[in-house]
């Protein structure tokens, strides 16, 4: 039974991250398409400096 639950989690684990990852893309690509506020675009850096690694070292500039 252990063994199935870890199966399960590492699944889980496994959509989990391409999911965010096009998440995040399509995050930044709206607001650099609709344009940022200030709040808008705080946020964006932050998630760009927390995840772009992740991303080939994708920027905002």
Known sequence: MAHHTSLVLVGVVAAAVPGTLVGLIAFAATLKT??????????????????GSMLGGWSLR
């Open 34 to 51: 609709l344009g940022f506020t200030p709040v808008e675009r705080r946020l964006a850096s932050t998630l760009v400096e927390r995840y």
